[in-house]
RNA sequence: GCCGGAGUAGCUCAGCUGGUAGAGCACCUGUCUUGUAAACAGGAGGUCAGGGGUUCGAGACCCCUCUCCGGCUCCA
């Protein structure tokens, strides 16, 4: 018998009985055979999704197979910092008595472990090293990763005796996790030197492949990811195939931190928070105009789209949150304020006050949709570890609005909300993931309601041709949901805008409109934020274009620089003319030299500096120079005009459509 | 909220094993009148996050609180 096999050429290569991924390599040649560190393998006619299995074992007949090398991108660093994940825990142990393993898997660039320290053992930052050392001599002395498959009793004593509960459990769940027609009956341990591992594998032949890696830092994650569980001792690290990998890949993460918002947001003099006031931004006046041209685009596309917009209270009596579900299942995260004895909250959210202001007065159905859109401040309980800058905040305004309509209308509605985010984003080359998250455990409604819910929000993705992530179960209460996320400087994902179905707060306000048969009907409530919160938004934007806010969004687009007080004068006369309802410029008119003017206008990063002297104020023209150092030349000021308001029209007024990009 | 780390002038940071708090930039004043990324000189600025303790003596050591940073959980 023969195992026969395709290569991803199309290749068929044909090997003994019993033939390993390492006899493939070998067959195909010498040099791949050495480079080899894992074999993929993978069923096209059987479906499934390609699986990568180490070197030594035996390849299924039939297969296509792909070897994977240093050069296979991914794929293998994923392998390698797997590799390191289990060398960490091999040099963990050696260096600390008693310590309990758990879990140690790759992630997005790097690898972690986690560990239960014993009692009284607190690691820090200053650890890592030694660690690293240890590790050191483990990869140096290439030691072979062997695989071996053990009945499940076995392995299971062996972590008893050992004392490695928490491998006891993994193997204890994933007996009860596997189907009972097909009982588990072995697992996998992988032995690396004096290291053993419950482990689905693969791994490459040996420790040497992990050629330069780095402990990152300590953290504390719950087991399993349950807060009432174990706080277990993390460490990051990431591995590379080479050193000169390692340190690009340092150095990128430092570029990314000159781009962080909280530090650009005080060097731009954006806004700066305070003890006073934790989770709370103070808003100088340059970020305050950012603030404030994001909301003109709010005002503008929102009317352009018919919806009006509406004010709100603050705060509410502790009635309306009990109406609205509010005081049963956020109330954690409220502020409550005592009135006169009356118990107040503060709102978290706006749809109860937008669905009490729906419920007073009556609505024909000629009448929707309607839609309420509100720049509302809110305030949410956060707790203290999550505040993050602008990205997570305690005080916020979202972009928010409700629409309610009628059932018929609702697919049309989705349908609106998002094209109406892409051609948001658009404005800002911002690139999102979407996400459909559905039905929860907890949830109100029937099951046929979510059916339809998910079906219209499904529906009006794939009308629009979106590509998206389903996430089952992480719907709303009250509605499935889609939401949009984006990362910061570092890789974090935020959500910033949220598309949600309700047909639970029409329920408790006891929404109504008149039908055209004459009677009431409840109404669909669809809850949208595009921005998600101004807050949130901005940070992300700050980073995102590293602090060099495109024209529109800048705080300051042009700033004079009379080349001395001589020219002052002419300079004013300028920043005058060129100042109107939608352009922000400014004057230097310091007794400073034109090197410090626009060194200074440099780091300020305005868009357009214009230099102004003799031969400018001669030819009423001023000299334009562009942020980063471009010359334009000189330009009447009339033309520069005509150009900074060209652009300015050309960034906002006319964006492109949402088929342009996400076709 | 939980785990770990940190907090010195507006900002970036020195300050050794405890012995009277420093620099650069920014700020103020004066001089300079400047042509595409930093003119020169002088001045002012700090209950060393806050509170308690150890000590003859604490920015440094210990405890508590607050805030921030990195994660976890949670979230726009």
Not at 312 to 318: E, G, N, V
Not at 320 to 327: A, N, P
Not at 643 to 659: C, D, H, I, N, V
Request: with cysteine; net charge negative; proline share 5%.
């Amino acid at each position: 018998m023969a195992v026969k096999l395709t290569l991803p050429d199309g290749k068929a290569l044909e090997l003994a009985d019993g033939a390993t991924g390492a006899d493939a390599a070998a067959a195909i040649g010498p040099g791949l055979a050495r480079a080899a560190l894992a074999i993929e393998v993978s069923h096209p006619q059987a479906g499934g999704e390609p699986e990568v299995r180490d070197l030594a074992r035996a390849l299924p007949d039939g297969a296509h197979v792909s070897i994977l090398t240093a050069k296979s991108g991914e794929r293998a660093l994923e392998l390698i910092r797997h590799d390191a994940a289990h060398v960490l825990a091999a040099a963990v142990l050696e260096l600390y008595d008693g310590v309990k393993i758990s879990i140690g898997p790759p992630i997005a660039d790097g690898f972690y472990y986690d560990f239960e320290f014993p009692s009284g053992t607190v690691l820090s930052d200053a650890d890592l090293p030694r660690i690293e050392e240890r590790m050191r001599a483990h990869v140096e002395a290439a030691e072979l990763f062997e695989r071996r498959d053990v009945p499940v009793a076995e392995a299971r004593e062996r972590f008893v005796k050992e004392r490695q509960d928490y491998k006891v459990e993994l193997i204890d769940d994933l007996v009860s996790a596997a189907d009972s027609a097909t009982p588990l009956e072995t697992v996998s341990l992988y032995t690396n030197g004096p290291f053993t591992d419950l482990c689905r594998g693969p791994h490459a032949p040996s420790t040497k492949t992990v050629g330069a890696f780095k402990l990152n830092s300590i953290a504390g994650a719950y087991w399993r990811g349950d807060s009432n569980r174990t706080m277990l001792t993390r460490i990051y690290g990431t591995a590379f195939f080479s050193k000169a990998d390692l340190s690009e890949h340092l150095e990128r993460i430092e570029l990314a931190k000159a781009r962080d918002h909280r530090k650009l947001g005080r060097e731009l003099g954006l806004f700066t928070f305070s003890d006073v006031s934790p989770g709370a931004a103070f808003w100088l006046p340059a970020g305050t105009s950012v603030w404030n041209a994001l909301v003109r685009l709010s005002r503008q596309m929102g009317h352009e789209r018919g919806y009006s917009e509406v004010k709100t209270p603050q705060i509410y009596d502790a009635e309306l949150w009990k109406t609205s579900g509010h005081w049963g299942k956020y109330r954690e995260n409220m502020f409550t304020v005592n009135v006169e004895d009356r118990e107040m909250g503060v709102k978290p959210m706006n749809c109860p006050g937008h669905a009490h202001l729906f419920s007073t007065r009556r609505h024909s159905y000629r009448e929707l949709p309607v839609r309420y859109f509100e720049p509302g401040l809110l305030h949410r309980n956060e707790p203290s570890g999550v505040l993050h800058g602008l990205l997570r905040v305690r005080h916020f305004a979202q972009d928010d609005a409700h629409i309610f309509c009628t059932e018929d209308q609702v697919q049309q509605e989705v349908r609106g909300c998002l094209e109406m985010a892409f051609d948001t984003y658009a404005l800002f080359d911002l690139d999102v993931r979407l996400e459909l998250s559905t039905r929860p455990e907890q949830r109100v409604g029937t099951d046929e309601m979510w059916d339809r819910a998910e079906e219209k929000l499904t529906r009006s993705l794939q009308e629009l041709g979106l590509s998206y992530e389903l996430n089952p179960g992480d719907g709303a209460f009250y509605g499935p949901k889609i939401d949009m996320h984006m990362t910061d400087s570092l890789g974090r994902s935020w959500q910033l805008g949220t598309v949600q179905l309700d047909y639970s707060m029409p329920e408790r306000f006891q929404l109504s409109y008149t039908g055209a048969d004459n009677q009431e009907h409840r109404p669909v409530m669809i809850h949208r934020a595009l921005f998600g919160s101004y807050e949130r938004f901005i940070g992300v934007m700050i980073e995102h274009y590293a602090g060099e806010l495109p024209l529109w969004l800048a705080p300051v687009q042009a700033i004079v620089l009379p080349v001395s007080d001589r020219f002052n004068g002419y300079g004013a006369s300028v920043a005058d003319s060129l100042r109107g309802e939608d352009t922000r410029v400014e004057l230097d008119d310091r007794s400073e030299s034109i090197g410090r003017k626009i060194r200074e206008a440099e780091l300020r990063k305005i868009p357009y500096m214009l230099v102004v002297g003799e031969r400018e104020e001669g030819e009423h023209a001023v000299a334009v120079r562009e942020r980063h150092g471009g010359d334009l030349g000189s330009l009447p000021v009339e033309k520069f005009a005509e150009r900074l308001l060209g652009e300015l029209y050309s960034a906002t007024l006319k964006p492109r459509k949402s088929s342009e990009r996400h076709a």
